[in-house]
C-alpha cells in the first residue's frame, strides 16, 4: 500500500458518524436548509427542474463556497419549488422531481414525477473524523437499484459498464497503464447510473482524493467518498443519458470553437528534431499526398528541458521554421511542462522567484521537486496571479516566434521518486500549500484541479498573445469543468490491440463526462505496432475529435509511411476521409459547444432502452449520423455488432443493415464497420492537405434515403478567429421526409457567413429505384448517376441558397 493512502487511513478514527433527526427547516426561494439535532446541515439548491445540489456540514460549518468545475456562466433557471411537511419527511417538488428528506435520519430519495424512485440513499450521508488533518472523510451511500448500470468518471479503463468496480479519482502518470490500472490521469469525478429506462448523473465536486464504488464491496450499494472537504454535489435527472450528459456540460462549461486545422490529422513523435528531420516529416506528407495540419515539438525542443526556451542547435530561428512550415499549411504545436528548473541563470526560473509564483511546504521552504530538467520549482496554478503571470510567459513563443498550439504534459503533476513509492504518490508531498483561488490548502486538495489550472494559464496565454486566433491546447490531466480550456489525450498507451480497445472506451467516457475533444496516441505510444495494427487504430481515431499519432520514439518511426506501402496507401486514404468528414465533424463540434451534447458517444446513449446496448462500448457514434465499430483484432474480415433501432445503411455499400440484433460486419482492410442513419445529410468537403489549401472547396451534401422523416445540420464559418460571434456562419437545417416512390430535402439557413462555394453537389444515397425526375423548386434539374466507391449514387448541382429539392422515381 502507498504511504500516503496509509496515512489517510491512519488518519481515519475508523468510527461512522451519521446525522441525527431533523430539528428545524427552512426555505429561501430555490435554497432549502436542514439542521440536524448533532448540528449537521444539508443545503439544497434547486438549480433547475432536473438539477439540484446536495452540501452537507458535519457541524453547520461550511467552507466557502467554491469551485473551478462549475462554469460561472451557468444560471440557474429555476420555476418554482414547492416545499411541504409531511408526518415524517420533508418534499421539495419541482416539475420534474420530489426530492424527499427524511425527518429521522436525514436520507435522501429522488423521484420522478410520478413518485418512482430514481435514487435513494442507504446510509446516506455519513463521515469519519480526520484527527491528522482536520475535517473528515465524507462518504455517502446510496442504494443500488435493480439491474441498475453505471457509467462515467473520464478516462478510466475496464469494463464498457461500471458495476461491481471501484475507482478513485487521484491524477496519475500512469506511463504504461493497462486495463486494471486506476486511478489514471483525469479527475472527473461525475458518474450516470441508469435502471429502468431512467437515468440520472451525480457530480461530486470534491477535489480531494475520491472513491466511486458501485456494487463492488457491497452489491447493493454505490457509494462515494474523499477523503477531505464537503460531501458536496449535483444531482442530475435525465431520463435519457444524453439529458444528464448536456446538463452535467451546462453546469460545468462549453469550450470555445477550436480553429478547424485542430480537427484535422496530427503527427507527433517523442521527438522530432532538429529542424531538418521537421522538414523531411512534412515534406514526405506533402510528397505522399497524405493530409496533415499539425506537427509537433515534444521536450527535446527545449535548451536542456527549460521551458519557454529554444534548444538552439537543433532549432535555431525557430521563428523562420515555423514560418516556414505555415507557409506549407503545418501548424506548430510545442510542449510546455509545469516544472521550472531551478537554475538562477534561466530567465523563468529568476522571473518565479522574483515574483514568489512558486509551490511552497507547510513550513515555507520552496517545494523542489525532480521531474526532466532535474530539481524543478512548480508554479502554483491555483493562484490568479501565478496563471497570469503564466499567460504572460507565452508572449515570445505565441506572438512572436508564432507557435501555432500548446500540449501541457506532466501536470498530474508528475514528478520522479525513487521507485519505492507507487506511481500514485510521484506527486507533490501532501503537506504542500496553494492558494486555491484564495482557498488556501495543502495538495490533498489542490492536486486534482492543477493540471486544469495550468492548461488554463495556457489557454488564456494564447488567447492574449494571438487575440485573433482561436487557442488550441492539449493536456494530459484535468478536473471536471477542464473542456473549458483545453482537448485532451489518454496518455501513455500500449501498441497492442487492446490499447486499441481501451483507447476507443477512454475515449468515449472521456467524452460523456464532458470534454468532448479527446483522442489517444495512435498506435500506441510504447513499443512498436505493426502496420496492421497502426492501421486499424487510424481508421478508428479518424472518428475520434482529436487525431493524432504519437510515439514515444525509442523505437522505430511510427508515421504512416513507416509500414510498408500498402499501409502507407490504405492510412493516406482513411486521413483523407477524415479531411472529406470536416464539415460534419465541426458541424459536431458546433452541437457540443452549443448544447453540451458529447460529440461521440457509447451505444447506452442512442438507445438505452435496449439492454443489449448498455453492456456495449465498441460500437460508438460519432455525431447524430453516423456509428463507427473499429477492428480490434488481426487478421479478421469481419466482426460481430450491433446497431440501434431505426434504419441504417452500410456507409461503404448503401446497404441497408439490419439493427436491433447482432449482426457480422464484413470489411477488407482499407475499411471498418461504419453506417449512416437514414435520412442523415452528411455535409463534406472535397479532400485537401490540409484545412485552408482550398479557398471555398466544394461542399458535398450526402443525402440518405429514408421512409419517414429525419432531421440534421451543417455549421460552418471562418474555421478560425471570432467573425461567428457577430453572424458571420452559416447554420444549415435539413429535413428529408420521405416515401415509396419521394424524398423530399427542405434547407432553412441561418447567419451570414459567405466564404463558401455557390454551388453545392448533393450525392443521393440508397434510393429505392433509380431516379427519374428532380426538382428544386419549381425548375426540373438534370441528374446524372454514378459511382461512388461499390454504390451507385446520383448526382445533383443545386444553388447553395435552395429552399427544396424534390426527388421522385
Ligand atoms: O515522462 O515529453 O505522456 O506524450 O511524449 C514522459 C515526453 C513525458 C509523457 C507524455 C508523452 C510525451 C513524454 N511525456
Known amino acids: 500500500m502507498s504511504e500516503f493512502i496509509k496515512e489517510d487511513i491512519m488518519n481515519r478514527t475508523l468510527e461512522e458518524k451519521f446525522p441525527l433527526k431533523i430539528i428545524s427547516s427552512r426555505q429561501e426561494g430555490n435554497q432549502l436548509y436542514f439542521i440536524c439535532e ?110 441498475e448500470n453505471f457509467y462515467g468518471l473520464g478516462d478510466k479503463t475496464g469494463k464498457a459498464n461500471m458495476r461491481k468496480s471501484r475507482y478513485s479519482i487521484w491524477g496519475t502518470d500512469s506511463y504504461g497503464y493497462g486495463v486494471d490500472t486506476d486511478p489514471l490521469y483525469k479527475n472527473i469525478p461525475f458518474y450516470y447510473g441508469i435502471h429502468n429506462d431512467t437515468s440520472y448523473g451525480i457530480f461530486f465536486d470534491n477535489s480531494f482524493r475520491s472513491f466511486f464504488d458501485f456494487g463492488h464491496e457491497r452489491a447493493n450499494v454505490t457509494s462515494f467518498w474523499a477523503s477531505g472537504g464537503e460531501m458536496n454535489y449535483y444531482f442530475f435527472y435525465g431520463p435519457e443519458l444524453m439529458d444528464v450528459a448536456e446538463q452535467f456540460v451546462d453546469l460545468t462549461g462549453k469550450p470555445e470553437l477550436p480553429p478547424m486545422w485542430a480537427l484535422g490529422y496530427h503527427q507527433c513523435k517523442w521527438s522530432y528534431y532538429p529542424e531538418s528531420q521537421i522538414k523531411e516529416i512534412t515534406s514526405e506528407f506533402r510528397k505522399r499526398k497524405i493530409p496533415c495540419d499539425a506537427i509537433y515539438l515534444d521536450i527535446d525542443y527545449m535548451d536542456g528541458f527549460r521551458c519557454f526556451t529554444w534548444d538552439k542547435e537543433k532549432f535555431p530561428e525557430p521563428k523562420r521554421m515555423i514560418k516556414e512550415l505555415e507557409k506549407d499549411g503545418f501548424k506548430t504545436v510545442v510542449m510546455i511542462d509545469p516544472g521550472i528548473k531551478v537554475d538562477k541563470d534561466y530567465w523563468v526560473c529568476k522571473e518565479g522567484l522574483e515574483k514568489d509564483m512558486f509551490c511552497k511546504r507547510a513550513d515555507g521552504p520552496l517545494l523542489v521537486a525532480p521531474v526532466w530538467p532535474g530539481d524543478c520549482y ?110 485532451g489525450w489518454t496518455g501513455d498507451n500500449l501498441a497492442t490491440w487492446e490499447h486499441l480497445k481501451i483507447a476507443n472506451k477512454q475515449c468515449q467516457r472521456v467524452a460523456i463526462s ?94 438505452q432502452q435496449e439492454k443489449d446496448t448498455l453492456h456495449r462500448m465498441e460500437e460508438f457514434a460519432l455525431g447524430d449520423h453516423i456509428l463507427v465499430c473499429p477492428i480490434s483484432q488481426p487478421k479478421v474480415d469481419g466482426r460481430w455488432m450491433f446497431l440501434p433501432k431505426g434504419d441504417w445503411f452500410n456507409f461503404w455499400t448503401d446497404e441497408q443493415t439490419p439493427s436491433n440484433l447482432e449482426f457480422w460486419a464484413s470489411t477488407e482492410l482499407d475499411e471498418i464497420p461504419v453506417f449512416v442513419r437514414a435520412g442523415a445529410v452528411i455535409p463534406s468537403f472535397e479532400s485537401m492537405q490540409y484545412v485552408g489549401e482550398k479557398k471555398r472547396p466544394q461542399i458535398y451534401l450526402h443525402l440518405y434515403y429514408i421512409k419517414g422523416e429525419n432531421n440534421s445540420q451543417f455549421y460552418l464559418d471562418e474555421g478560425e478567429g471570432y467573425g461567428y460571434e457577430n453572424g458571420e456562419f452559416t447554420l444549415r437545417n435539413y429535413l428529408v421526409v420521405g416515401d415509396k416512390n419521394k424524398l423530399t430535402i427542405s434547407q432553412q439557413r441561418e447567419g451570414d457567413f459567405e466564404n463558401l462555394c455557390q454551388d453545392f453537389k448533393i450525392i443521393i444515397h440508397a434510393l429505392p429505384e433509380d431516379l427519374k425526375n428532380v426538382k428544386v423548386g419549381e425548375e426540373t434539374i438534370k441528374f446524372s448517376k454514378g459511382k461512388d466507391r461499390k454504390k451507385e449514387v446520383f448526382e445533383i448541382k443545386v444553388n447553395r441558397d435552395f429552399e427544396e429539392i424534390v426527388l421522385d422515381w
Open 38 to 147: 448533532n448540528e449537521v446541515e444539508l443545503r439544497v439548491t434547486v438549480l433547475t427542474d432536473r438539477m439540484i445540489r446536495l452540501r452537507y456540514a458535519t457541524d453547520g460549518v461550511f467552507e466557502n463556497d467554491f469551485s473551478y468545475a462549475i462554469d460561472t456562466r451557468f444560471k440557474p433557471k429555476t420555476p418554482s419549488v414547492e416545499f411541504k411537511e409531511k408526518e415524517d419527511h420533508y418534499q421539495i417538488i419541482t416539475q420534474q422531481l420530489t426530492c424527499r428528506i427524511n425527518k429521522s435520519d436525514l436520507q435522501v430519495i429522488m423521484m420522478d414525477k410520478l413518485g418512482t424512485v430514481i435514487c435513494e440513499d442507504e446510509k446516506g450521508f455519513h463521515w469519519e473524523d480526520d484527527n491528522t488533518n482536520g475535517g473528515a472523510i465524507v462518504q455517502m451511500s446510496k442504494k443500488l437499484q435493480s439491474q
Open 378 to 487: 512548480f508554479p502554483d496554478f491555483t493562484r490568479p496571479d501565478v496563471r497570469d503571470w503564466w499567460a504572460g510567459l507565452y508572449k515570445e513563443m505565441i506572438a512572436e516566434l508564432g507557435v501555432h498550439g500548446v500540449w501541457n504534459d506532466m501536470n498530474e503533476p508528475a514528478i520522479f521518486l525513487a521507485d519505492n513509492f507507487t506511481q500514485s504518490d510521484k506527486t507533490f508531498y501532501p503537506d504542500v500549500r496553494h492558494d486555491y483561488d484564495g482557498n488556501p490548502c495543502s495538495h490533498r486538495k489542490a492536486h486534482n484541479v492543477y493540471g486544469m489550472q495550468m492548461s488554463r494559464g495556457t489557454f488564456h496565454g494564447l488567447k492574449q498573445n494571438a487575440p485573433d486566433k482561436r487557442p488550441f491546447v492539449i493536456t494530459r490531466s484535468t478536473y471536471a469543468g477542464g473542456q473549458r480550456y483545453s482537448s
Open 514 to 607: 464532458g470534454m468532448s475533444f479527446i483522442g489517444s496516441d495512435i498506435g500506441g505510444f510504447i513499443d512498436q505496432p505493426d502496420g496492421e495494427l497502426y492501421l486499424r487504430w487510424l481508421q478508428m481515431a479518424v472518428f475520434h475529435p482529436f487525431f493524432r499519432t504519437h510515439s514515444s520514439g525509442d523505437h522505430g518511426e511510427q508515421e504512416p509511411w513507416a509500414f510498408g506501402e500498402e499501409i502507407a496507401e490504405l492510412s493516406r486514404r482513411a486521413i483523407e476521409f477524415r479531411y472529406r468528414l470536416l464539415p460534419y465533424i465541426y458541424t459536431t463540434f458546433w452541437q457540443h459547444v452549443s448544447k453540451g451534447t458529447p460529440m461521440i458517444r457509447p451505444l447506452a446513449f442512442l438507445e
